[in-house]
Each structure stands twice: as structure tokens, then as C-alpha cells.
């Protein structure tokens, strides 16, 4: 399961791959400019195969894709009866909805993904009093709670085990306070003293049945601990409820993604540390996006949750991606976005001045800055690489 896992997001990466150089390539194609390669991965040609004017194929490496337009800057040689034809000779507007559509790609399969996961599986909701989790026993710290550690034969039993609590029962009252959220239940569970005798009402197969036990204390927790964890239940939602869902869920994640590439360089320095933070907070390579979609789909949960799991995450690596890509840098998309709207601007101000068109941007000028980038961006890649390697990522 936990290679099946594996083989779902290299599929998966595979596909957003092609559906970004598809962008391109299908806007090119669309505007009349020449395409000449559509590939993915890099390194050796595995296989391909020539359609008309265009060679598509497979590489040895599968680290992304690209799409060979003719005559993408100043620098690159066209035949002079392809010039008409070429990248550098289209309208600016056409240019830039070329270079924007490999990240509208992305966004669009991300918003679609997000959107079928709340109208065909639901929408998680951890907020049922309903119970998931049962604890065996009581963490011998707050740490080893929060790492969710093994019991070990000297921890005693949990409050909740004692009490003869079981998975599926549904909490109605806690102590003498009815309860009807997760969030209620867990207010009154922190606000209870720790040693103190409590009563539990719950739902078990249709009837009522009031248990007891004593509230425990974990060592560098402030409040008493019971020992139990919500179900996750999943509620479909309809049409405009998915809608709704779908642009929330895309813009958190847009907004994380942004500052997620913000802070990466503060987190280097923790990225081999065996204190780093969860797979919700660390940075993840694609070795570390693989390993927890294997986790994902191995674990022992059921067939919702991992479906949920791997579509988000799958969604969210989209996302990022598309954001990136519109860093106005070279030579990502968006530094060459930023080139042609550099280009129009000068363009606009020469004729405001009445003087001749200064043309394209000289790319000869940019070709330091874009590779001392470029190769920034292979060293974080690496880093990260290595991080998930050395220190690999776990879903706890």
C-alpha cells in the first residue's frame, strides 16, 4: 500500500506536468505561433514520435516537462520564415496568456480537484462529539502526546479506557453539561480538574449509558485529560456548497503557499533537525510529498480520509506550483511575464515621446541574473531533497 501510494503521486505529478506544458503549448498553438517540442521530463529522449511540425516524447528524467516554442526572446535564431510565426512577434497580451497559462492550469486542476472531493466525498467535519479514539493510556508527558508516542507498560490506563468508553460512541453530556460540539466537549475537559470524579453521558446503539472515571493530569499540560480524539466524518455538500468550499480552501492554501516560499529561508537551519516540525508545517520535497501520500494510503484509517488526504495534497502541490511559477523571476514563467510587460511599458512611453519602438528586452543582459536564480532554486530543491532523505517526513 505504501508503494501504491508512491506510484499515485508520481502518476499524479506526471499529470500536472503535462497539463501545465499543455497550457503553453495549446495557447501557443491557439495564437498561430510555432511549436516545435513538447516533452516530458529532461535528461535523455526515452521515446517520441513527430506529429506534423511538432516532436513530442518522454525523457529519462521525470523532474518536469517543457514545450519548445520558436523564438521565445531576443536571443534565440529562428529560420526568417518562421520569424512570423515566432513567440517574440505576437502581441503582448497573447504572449502573456501563453506564459500565464501553464499556472492557470494548475490552478484550475486544483480548484477542480477540491471542488469533486466536497460534492463526491464530503467535506470533513472533526467537530462531531462522536468518538474516533480511545486512548490505551495517559502520555507519560505533553511532548510525547503531541508525537502521539506509544504506550509502554508503565503508563497507566487512560481515564477514558477505565471509563469503558468506546469507539463510535457519541458524547451527549459531560459531567452534568450537555454537550454538541467537539469544541464544547474538549472546553469542559480542559476546564476540568485533573483527579476529580466526572460523569460521562453518552449515544451507544441507540441508548443512553452514563459512565464513570477520573480525570488524569499529563505532565506539562494545564488541564484534566480524558483520553479520546473526534471522528472524522465526511458530509457531501451540494453544487454551490462545494463551489464555496472549493474557493476558501483554494485561497488558504494560496495564501499559505505564499508564505511558505517566504519563510523557506528561515527554515533551513531546522530542516535536518530530529525536532523538525510536523508534515503540516515542514517544507516537502517531492520525496517528502511521495512519503506521505504512501503513509496516507497505507494507513490504517478509512477509504474517505485517504482519498482526502492524497486529492488535497495533491491540489495544494498544484497550487504551489502554479504560484511559483509567477515569481516574477527568471526563468521561471513569471520572470518572462515580467519581461514582456517591461517590454509594453517602454513600448508605450517611446510613443508617448514620439520616438521609435525600443523592441524586445535584451535577454543577454538577464542571462547572469537568471541563472545565479535558477541555480538558488537547485539548491533549495536539493536542500530539501536531502532534508526528507536524512530526516524523513511522518504523518504521526
Not at 107 to 118: C, D, E, K, N
Request: proline content about 5%; hydrophobic content about 50%; aromatic content about 8%.
Amino acid at each position: 500500500m505504501d508503494l501504491l501510494g508512491w506510484v499515485i503521486f508520481i502518476v499524479a505529478l506526471m499529470f500536472s506536468v503535462m497539463l501545465h506544458e499543455s497550457g503553453h503549448f495549446v495557447a501557443a498553438k491557439k495564437f498561430g505561433m510555432k511549436a516545435t517540442r513538447y516533452f516530458v521530463g529532461f535528461g535523455p529522449t526515452v521515446w517520441s514520435t513527430r506529429r506534423g511540425e511538432t516532436e513530442y516524447g518522454v525523457k529519462a528524467l521525470p523532474l518536469g516537462g517543457f514545450v519548445k516554442i520558436i523564438g521565445m526572446t531576443s536571443m534565440d535564431e529562428v529560420e526568417p520564415e518562421d520569424e512570423a510565426r515566432s513567440f517574440r512577434r505576437a502581441p503582448a497580451w497573447q504572449r502573456l496568456i501563453v506564459l500565464g497559462a501553464g499556472s492557470f492550469m494548475h490552478f484550475v486542476l486544483a480548484f477542480v480537484l477540491i471542488f469533486g472531493l466536497a460534492l463526491g466525498i464530503g467535506i470533513e467535519n472533526d467537530n462531531s462529539t462522536q468518538l474516533g479514539t480511545v486512548a490505551g493510556c495517559v502520555p507519560a508527558s505533553a511532548q510525547a502526546l503531541n508525537n502521539n508516542s506509544p504506550c509502554v507498560s508503565s503508563d497507566p490506563a487512560s481515564p477514558a479506557k477505565l471509563a469503558g468508553l468506546k469507539v463510535g460512541d457519541k458524547v451527549t453530556a459531560f459531567d452534568g453539561v450537555k454537550v454538541s460540539s467537539w469544541t464544547q466537549l474538549a472546553d469542559v475537559i480542559k476546564n476540568a480538574h485533573a483527579g476529580s470524579p466526572i460523569t460521562i453521558t453518552v449515544l451507544r446503539d441507540g441508548r443512553q449509558v452514563t459512565l464513570h472515571t477520573r480525570l488524569a493530569a499529563v505532565k506539562g499540560r494545564s488541564g484534566g485529560y480524558l483520553g479520546i480524539a473526534p471522528a472524522v466524518v465526511f458530509q457531501p455538500a451540494g453544487p454551490i456548497g462545494a463551489i464555496g468550499y472549493a474557493g476558501s480552501a483554494f485561497s488558504q492554501t494560496l495564501t499559505g503557499s505564499v508564505k511558505a516560499l517566504g519563510s523557506l529561508p528561515s527554515e533551513v537551519p531546522k530542516l535536518f533537525s530530529k525536532k523538525a516540525a510536523s508534515s503540516g508545517n515542514r517544507p516537502l520535497s517531492v520525496v517528502g510529498a511521495a512519503e506521505v501520500t504512501g503513509q496516507a494510503v497505507a494507513a490504517n484509517v478509512g477509504w474517505q480520509y485517504k482519498v482526502s488526504f492524497v486529492l488535497l495534497l495533491i491540489a495544494s502541490l498544484n497550487i504551489f506550483v502554479g504560484a511559483f511559477n509567477l515569481v516574477p523571476l527568471l526563468p521561471l514563467d513569471g520572470g518572462h511575464i515580467a519581461a514582456v510587460i517591461f517590454e509594453s511599458i517602454r513600448s508605450r512611453i517611446a510613443r508617448l515621446r514620439r520616438r521609435p519602438d525600443p523592441g524586445l528586452a535584451d535577454y543577454r543582459k538577464l542571462v547572469p541574473v537568471s541563472f545565479s536564480i535558477f541555480m538558488i532554486v537547485v539548491f533549495f530543491g536539493v536542500l530539501l531533497l536531502l532534508s526528507n532523505i536524512v530526516n524523513p517526513v511522518s504523518l504521526g
